[in-house]
């Protein structure tokens, strides 16, 4: 009962803090002509790209507009950081919680530089479209803007620590999920035949959806033994394993070449060289140019995510520690070449699914002419479904141990 009352009061303080994240998005800031910002951005790529993140708050300029997104690049950086700096890896891995509390602090120290770097560029943006653009509207703005990106990260850690699931996935989830009805609305209101091509956009969802889990929970077993079994008749039989994702890296390949390949389309816009400008079309047109692009951005994010997450050499050392191997092959160095070759194979293959999943809406537009499943994007439902699954695992860890704590008891 102590466990089921916990896990309520976990739901409710989540709950609590995405439904306050997001009335915040919706308070604007003063001094903004909404209307002929809206007009403006209406067909810009980039802005609806991370309005998906934002849950529309680059098209509101409110409070929280800013969202988690100052977060998610500032902890990206940090993992970089971490592999760059011999000093911060070693705070990382011998420090215990004093050394993750030191590097959660240089996390928030970096949203907030990014969020003050995000705010300048806002104000300096939508310069043409407020009533009295001056030094101290500038200044409120950048205030208030990073303000609502440290609350948002502080909302952020409170799901994290105290509610269910991960915060800032679950504030993503959250964005994500708000858009959807608006682009079914827009989409039902231009089309005569709306329900019928709605429905195919939703069992063309779910097929989506069921491939990507399907990705998600495979894995790669690397039988290992310890040395105190090697003498046992069954040895070998043993069900100890590393498990090896398909897919290390989750859909952060795919949200990172997205942002990418919106990038040539922003240069296109402003640029006055008409060869490059040829040259760059070629690239962001649906054509073959496009598609190897893309593709090359997505296996190169992948293998960059998987050399984060994964580190064969701390694999290895920590197998040589506990006594254990891989059968056939000696520890140390050839277990990292083993490890690293497998890895390889396993995040080129993840990539390739990857790949086809986020073109699955181009495919579906060509075939079809429904346009709908680019406006929800696979990335979007990609995120939903890898939130989903986590979350209900940790609500499932819960329920586990109040059966396991009632059968001790």
Same mark, same amino acid.
């Given at each position: 009962?102590?466990?089921?009352?916990?896990?309520?009061?976990?739901?409710?303080?989540?709950?609590?803090?995405?439904?306050?994240?997001?009335?915040?998005?919706?308070?604007?800031?003063?001094?903004?002509?909404?209307?002929?910002?809206?007009?403006?951005?209406?067909?810009?790529?980039?802005?609806?790209?991370?309005?998906?993140?934002?849950?529309?708050?680059?098209?509101? /300029?409110?409070?929280?507009?800013?969202? %988690? *997104?100052?977060?998610?690049? !500032?902890? =990206? #950086? +940090?993992?970089?950081? &971490?592999?760059?700096?011999?000093?911060?890896?070693?705070?990382?891995?011998?420090?215990?919680?004093?050394?993750?509390?030191?590097?959660?602090?240089?996390?928030?120290?970096?949203?907030?530089?990014?969020?003050?770097?995000?705010?300048?560029?806002?104000?300096?943006?939508?310069?043409?479209?407020?009533?009295?653009?001056?030094?101290?509207?500038?200044?409120?703005?950048? /205030?208030?803007?990073?303000?609502?990106? %440290? *609350?948002?990260?502080?909302? !952020?850690? =409170? #799901? +994290?620590?105290?509610? &269910?699931?991960?915060?800032?996935?679950?504030?993503?989830?959250?964005?994500?999920?708000?858009?959807?009805?608006?682009?079914?609305?827009?989409?039902?209101?231009?089309?005569?035949?709306?329900?019928?091509?709605?429905?195919?956009?939703?069992?063309?969802?779910?097929?989506?959806?069921?491939?990507?889990?399907?990705?998600?929970?495979?894995?790669?077993?690397?039988?290992? /033994?310890?040395?105190?079994?090697?003498?046992?008749?069954?040895?070998?039989?043993?069900?100890?394993?590393?498990?090896?994702?398909?897919?290390?890296?989750?859909?952060?390949?795919?949200?990172?070449?997205?942002?990418?390949?919106?990038?040539?389309?922003?240069?296109?816009?402003?640029?006055?060289?008409?060869?490059?400008?040829?040259?760059?079309?070629?690239?962001?047109?649906?054509?073959?140019?496009?598609?190897?692009?893309?593709?090359?951005?997505?296996?190169?994010?992948?293998?960059?995510?998987?050399?984060?997450?994964?580190?064969?050499?701390?694999?290895?050392?920590?197998?040589?520690?506990?006594?254990?191997?891989?059968?056939?092959?000696?520890?140390?160095?050839?277990?990292?070449?083993?490890?690293?070759?497998?890895?390889?194979?396993?995040?080129?293959?993840?990539?390739?699914?990857?790949?086809?999943?986020?073109?699955?809406?181009?495919?579906?537009?060509?075939?079809?002419?429904?346009?709908?499943?680019?406006?929800?994007?696979?990335?979007?439902?990609?995120?939903?479904?890898?939130?989903?699954?986590?979350?209900?695992?940790?609500?499932?860890?819960?329920?586990?141990?109040?059966?396991?704590?009632?059968?001790?008891?």
């Amino acid at each position: 009962m102590e466990k089921q009352q916990k896990l309520l009061k976990k739901i409710v303080i989540t709950l609590a803090i995405l439904f306050i994240s997001r009335i915040g998005i919706f308070i604007p800031i003063p001094g903004i002509n909404q209307r002929e910002f809206n007009e403006s951005i209406g067909q810009n790529t980039i802005i609806n790209f991370l309005n998906i993140f934002s849950g529309g708050g680059f098209s509101t /300029i409110g409070i929280f507009s800013l969202g %988690i *997104i100052p977060y998610i690049n !500032s902890s =990206i #950086i +940090t993992q970089l950081l &971490i592999k760059i700096i011999p000093n911060l890896e070693d705070i990382q891995k011998n420090e215990g919680e004093i050394g993750k509390q030191k590097i959660n602090r240089i996390t928030r120290y970096l949203t907030t530089l990014w969020a003050i770097v995000q705010s300048i560029s806002i104000g300096l943006w939508i310069k043409p479209y407020t009533f009295n653009w001056n030094i101290n509207f500038f200044l409120d703005l950048i /205030i208030t803007l990073t303000t609502g990106s %440290i *609350i948002i990260m502080w909302f !952020s850690e =409170i #799901i +994290t620590e105290d509610g &269910i699931g991960n915060g800032a996935s679950l504030l993503i989830f959250q964005n994500i999920v708000s858009n959807i009805p608006k682009t079914l609305q827009n989409y039902s209101t231009n089309n005569e035949n709306s329900f019928t091509l709605i429905s195919l956009v939703l069992i063309s969802c779910i097929a989506i959806l069921s491939i990507n889990i399907l990705i998600q929970d495979s894995k790669r077993k690397i039988n290992i /033994i310890a040395s105190k079994h090697l003498g046992e008749q069954n040895s070998l039989s043993t069900q100890n394993y590393i498990p090896l994702r398909l897919n290390q890296s989750g859909v952060m390949p795919i949200v990172f070449a997205s942002a990418a390949i919106t990038l040539p389309q922003y240069v296109v816009m402003n640029m006055n060289n008409e060869k490059l400008k040829i040259l760059l079309q070629a690239i962001i047109s649906n054509s073959i140019f496009y598609l190897v692009f893309y593709l090359i951005l997505i296996i190169v994010f992948s293998y960059f995510y998987s050399s984060i997450i994964l580190n064969t050499n701390d694999i290895a050392n920590n197998l040589q520690k506990m006594g254990a191997s891989i059968p056939n092959i000696r520890p140390g160095e050839e277990t990292v070449k083993y490890l690293n070759k497998i890895i390889n194979k396993l995040t080129f293959i993840g990539a390739l699914f990857l790949f086809i999943i986020a073109q699955f809406p181009l495919l579906a537009s060509n075939v079809t002419r429904i346009n709908i499943l680019q406006g929800l994007g696979t990335t979007s439902l990609l995120i939903l479904v890898a939130v989903a699954i986590e979350t209900a695992k940790q609500i499932q860890t819960y329920i586990i141990s109040e059966q396991y704590d009632n059968i001790i008891g």
